[in-house]
């Protein structure tokens, strides 16, 4: 009889920079469909974590699981789709269109070298379809807005087609409007595709409202569970050792 393990598990996990502990004993689990915020001060381990989740680097100790499998064994690394840090903000000054660049999200399964065939074509449209950016394909990447560039971003990461999207920090420095676009089309992503997401930000107020799972994260795991557990006393005191002030957006 088969068992149904999570879809991401973690136990054990430490790492550290130079003897500077970032990941402390890090132990949790992931389950297929959930969409889970990661919360936590600068240097809490938060894009280490993420790194991590994606294979690029290796815990120094304790194992990751993804779908029971080690990672380090894990070999289909395409079922987990990236956004790393900032990208989006990035300056773009190569000339490259946004369907070359969600297009090149496929190397990692057809290789550096690969010829695109007739189903590719087919997974890169419908990865732009789903980004809502299909009349953008021929737009250059330096012509976008930020909010755009973070959509082509995700369209290539989905071109993939992962079980698994994870993001870090994806609304820096994108205006509050398009961030609520961004935060419903996640939405789309997560409950009509059941896509698992994971993501980093530091907007307290708005994960509180958005996601299913808040994991809180300052070198060692604080919490994880509902995101009602934000509105408990000295919750967010402890993870940040201060007092913040939430900031409403109005929904």
Excluded at 83 to 103: K, L, W
Excluded at 230 to 243: A, D, F, Q, T
Aim: charged residues 20%; proline residues 4%.
């Amino acid at each position: 009889m088969q068992i149904d393990r999570p879809l991401i598990e973690l136990k054990e996990v430490n790492f550290a920079y130079n003897g500077n502990t970032v990941l402390d004993h890090i132990s949790f689990s992931v389950e297929k469909g959930d969409y889970v915020g990661i919360i936590g001060p600068n240097g809490g381990g938060k894009t280490t974590l993420l790194r991590m989740l994606v294979g690029l680097i290796k815990p120094q100790s304790g194992e990751i699981r993804i779908e029971g499998v080690l990672i380090s064994d894990y070999k289909n690394k395409s079922q987990i789709g990236y956004v790393p840090q900032r990208i989006a903000q990035d300056s773009v000054s190569f000339p490259a269109t946004v369907y070359e660049i969600v297009e090149s999200g496929l190397t990692a399964k057809r290789g550096l070298f690969g010829w695109m065939n007739s189903e590719d074509s087919e997974v890169v449209e419908e990865a732009l379809k789903v980004s809502h950016i299909l009349d953008l394909k021929h737009r250059l990447m330096s012509s976008l807005s930020g909010g755009q560039r973070q959509r082509v971003y995700v369209a290539r990461a989905l071109v993939s087609q992962p079980k698994i999207l994870i993001l870090d920090e994806p609304f820096v420095g994108i205006d509050i409007t398009t961030q609520k676009d961004f935060y419903a089309f996640l939405k789309e992503l997560n409950e009509q595709r059941g896509l698992t997401i994971i993501f980093v930000s530091h907007d307290i107020d708005v994960i509180s409202e958005e996601v299913k799972s808040v994991l809180c994260l300052n070198r060692g795991l604080l919490c994880m569970g509902s995101p009602s557990m934000l509105h408990e006393p000295n919750v967010i005191e402890n993870l940040y050792g201060k007092k913040i002030t939430h900031i409403h957006h109005g929904h």
